[in-house]
Structures are given as structure tokens and as C-alpha cells.
């Protein structure tokens, strides 16, 4: 079974990736660890990848895709993986869906985490960092003390509060042309309620595929 993972930041996507991929006896494939192992590991396309981020360029999709077309390849994903993070422009849709149709393979579900977006930015806003040891912390107030260190407690700019709208109005911009494009051709799409704790998600999420 191959599931891509799509939703908005705090909607605990990447929370439940772990826990899905386990449940379903999968790998979970996220684009940033398998682009880290390549360039770890000094594959050709790891070291085109390298080479982009020296300059400090983006790396290429193409250099994306065909590190993302190894690891849905490999042995270990013989039965299926999660997606996280693979997908997040129609563009980006495209080249997995070659990528699947190259490897002789099939996108079998998307999941998309659906969460009223004040909650969002109530997660987000919550989280705070030491500015000096950098250990995030969550519900506890910008200007506190850190417990490990004795540093301040402050929030990122990006998780202030009218930040956190702008990001979910930008995922939304970006991933609406997404679901679109998977709806016109047929794509199972399942919406996946991510208000509750994580096992009571994960259960809601067994339940819509069937595991």
C-alpha cells in the first residue's frame, strides 16, 4: 500500500507517520531523510543533490525524484511506504505519479488531515524555543525560563500568530490544486479529522483504509 500524507502545519501529519507506517508493516519515505541518507551515503544523485545545496540552490526535482524513485524501489519497500512530504505541488504530483508508473506501481490512497485552522494556529502559537539551547517546548509562555538551561523561552517569528495564518493560507493556495488534480484522475482521497490525541487519529486513519 502506498499512501502520500497531506495537511496543513500542526495538523500532526508528520506525528502520525511513524505510527501509520508501523500499523501497516510499511517504511515511511519522507523527502528530507531520504535526500539526507543519499548525500550520507555518496550515491550519484546524493552528490548532485550536495553539489545544489554547496551553492545553495534548491535542489532540483529531478534529483528529487529519482532519489525518491531508489527508495520506492528498494527491498524494504516491496509491500508499500508512506509519503510524507513528497507531495505538495501539482508538479511535485506529476513526477511522483511517473515515478510509480516507471516502477510498475500504483498510488493506492491520499489522506489529507483536516483541522479548523484556529485550532492550527493554537498549536502553533504555543510552541516556543531556548534561545539558548534551542529545546522547544510547548505551552509554555515566550520570556519563561528553560529548565535545561536557564535560557529564555521565546517564539519563532513564523509562529506568531498572524504568521501561522499566512502559512496555512499558503499550504491551502498550494494544496488545493493538488487534491483537484488526484480527484480528475480517480484517486481514492480519504479525509482524515486530526482533532483528538495521536492514537485517536491514527485509529480514524486504520479505519478509513481498512488495516
Known sequence: MIIVLLG??????GTQG????????????????VLRAAVRDGTP?????????????????DVILGIMKEALGSDRARHGAVLDGVVRTVPQAEGLSRVLSDLGRTLDAVLTFEIPDEELVRRLSGRTVCDS????????????TCEKCAGTLVRRKDDEPDAVRNRLAVYRIQTQPVLDWYRKRGTR???????????????????ALGA
Do not use: Y
Open 8 to 13: 496543513p502545519p500542526g495538523s500532526g501529519k
Open 18 to 33: 511513524d505510527p501509520l507506517s508501523q500499523a501497516l508493516g510499511v517504511p515511511k519515505i519522507a523527502t528530507g531523510d
Open 45 to 61: 544523485l546524493g552528490l548532485a543533490a550536495k553539489s545544489a545545496m554547496d551553492r545553495g540552490d534548491l535542489v532540483p526535482d
Open 133 to 144: 539551547c534551542q529545546t522547544p517546548f510547548t505551552g509554555r509562555e515566550p520570556g519563561t
Open 189 to 207: 482521497i480519504l479525509e482524515i479529522d486530526a482533532l483528538g490525541t495521536p492514537e485517536r487519529v491514527l485509529q480514524r486513519i486504520t479505519m
